[in-house]
């Protein structure tokens, strides 16, 4: 059975707030990004698909919001700390270790670590995965730790769909 990873950068985060990196909270614009490329991404998400986040704040409350667009219960966002890093070799690892019961996943996290990583996986370069930005690679490998190469399936960026 075949493997699909999708990046999901989290929404753009404030500055204004004296608060650790980790801590930092969404911009009110992240809001509306997250539901536009929610309700794009919609018909590509199956039901099968499990969810896991960052646990920073902006790339937790970027899965929640993401999962309720979707009108999908809290309880598939798992929060893995370890995703809570900017290093593509960390996340490379991670994603290679996951689960083999799990066929569809979806990370929320952060740059540069997405943008690299859909550079390495992908058959298409980006520059940079904006906030809010997704990325769905298709494998054709029935494991994880297999993974290597990949099909960009789909780009969604807010941007694109304003």
């Known amino acids: 059975m075949s ?3 999708t990046l999901i950068r989290h929404g753009k985060s404030s500055w204004e707030f004296n608060v650790d990196d980790h801590e930092r909270p969404l911009k009110k614009r992240a809001y509306n990004d997250i539901k536009l490329i929610a309700d794009e991404a919609k018909p590509h998400i ?4 499990y969810f896991f986040s960052s646990s920073a704040n902006r790339a937790k409350t970027t899965g929640r919001l993401f ?3 979707l009108n999908l219960s809290l309880y598939k966002l798992e929060i893995l700390p370890e995703l809570y890093t900017f290093n593509p070799s960390a996340l ?3 994603v290679q270790r996951m689960d083999d019961q799990y066929s569809e996943i979806v990370i929320f996290g952060h740059n540069p670590a997405f943008t690299m990583l859909a550079n390495e996986f992908g058959d298409k370069q980006f520059d940079n995965i904006p906030t809010s930005g997704l990325v769905k690679l298709s494998f054709e490998n029935s494991s994880w730790k297999d993974c290597r190469k990949a099909r960009t399936a789909l780009h969604l ?5 304003r």
């Open 3 to 5: 493997k699909t990873l």
């Open 46 to 49: 199956s039901a099968d698909t």
């Open 67 to 69: 999962l309720e667009h």
């Open 92 to 94: 490379k690892n991670i």
């Open 157 to 161: 960026f807010p941007k694109n769909l």
